[in-house]
């Protein structure tokens, strides 16, 4: 099933992302111990990150084709066209349309020697629009603006321009203001942008985790956050749940006020999965209509 349909059948979808391990000696069984912990938790999808500069791309298939055939889990395979060709497309596209994953996100890429690269986002989703139309196109968007945006408006358009080039959904980039996603949703629809937009939430339970995320997404932190993160940043205990709950809160708060879907990003921790998803399992079901009566 495209991802897209998922949200015309559901107000509230719930989603995860896990990444390839680095090691290699036994690496695939251990995330497939992730996967299938996270099948538990009934996720409308997985996705399965491809890596930079396509350096995960071969696990990154393998992954999502377990996920798909081995787990019954859809699955939202990422995919990057920086340093690659139509026909490098095509292979990748093809290899996981045979594996049963018709579910893409189209992804411009990083450099690996840091240089910007000159194709875009918007050009593989046309590529794989075009080509290949019955797959399900989703594309990122950023709520504090791509590090390579010269302004916010020009950043709305461009999310608009990945939408007519076939993207049908959008999962944002993570943030940890909820004002900054709202105020960014707003731009989004004033610039014509009409698909849906799921918010992207990362629990934050390391606290290097924190100078990581500044320097990889440029992510603003509220005080309320800092002030957690200086309190318990030294106890990982301590931090683990003050930072499912920072997260929950957040979600709560979203799916409150509208937002059509979480994706999750667990940084392949089943266990930060297991705390949120938990916590906000009876508000999804009350807004896709699971509510249960108790009728003792």
């Known amino acids: 099933m495209k991802i897209s349909e998922i949200f015309k059948q559901k107000k509230a979808v719930l989603s995860f992302e896990i990444f390839p391990p680095k090691a290699q000696e036994g690496s695939l069984e251990s995330i497939y111990s992730t996967i299938e912990r996270l099948g538990a938790l009934n996720p409308d999808f997985i996705s399965v990150t491809y890596g ?27 995919l990057t066209c920086v340093n690659s060709s ?6 990748a596209v093809e290899r996981l349309a045979a594996d049963g994953v018709g579910n893409i996100l189209a992804l411009r890429g990083d450099s690996p020697d840091g240089s910007v690269p000159q194709n ?38 461009y999310i608009r321009l990945k939408e007519e080039a076939g993207a049908e959904h ?32 990362m629990p934050v339970v390391n606290k290097k985790s924190v100078t990581r995320l500044v320097q990889l997404c440029g992510a603003s932190f509220p005080k309320k956050f800092v002030k957690i993160v200086d309190k318990y940043g030294e106890d990982p205990r301590a931090l683990f749940d003050a930072g499912c709950a920072y997260a929950t809160e957040q979600i709560i708060d979203l799916l409150t006020s509208g937002a059509p879907g979480i994706h999750l990003y667990t940084m392949n921790r089943p266990d930060v999965a297991e705390r949120v998803a938990g916590s906000v399992r009876g508000i999804i079901d009350s807004l896709n209509g699971k509510c249960q009566t108790n009728t003792q």
Request: with cysteine; proline share 4%; aromatic share 10%.
């Open 120 to 157: 875009h986002a918007s050009d593989l989703i046309r590529h794989i629009k075009a080509k290949y139309g019955g797959v399900g196109l989703s594309a990122a968007c950023y709520p504090e603006g791509h590090p390579q945006s010269p302004d916010l408006a020009s950043d709305a358009a």
């Open 170 to 201: 959008f999962i944002s980039q993570l943030f940890f203001d909820n004002d900054i996603f709202y105020e960014y949703m707003y731009r989004l629809r004033e610039s014509g942008v009409t698909a849906p937009v799921q918010a992207g939430i």
């Open 86 to 91: 139509e026909e490098d497309t095509d292979r």
């Open 52 to 78: 930079a500069g396509g350096s995960g791309s071969a696990a990154s298939a393998q992954i999502a084709s377990a996920a798909k055939n081995r787990f019954g889990l859809e699955t939202l395979a990422h």
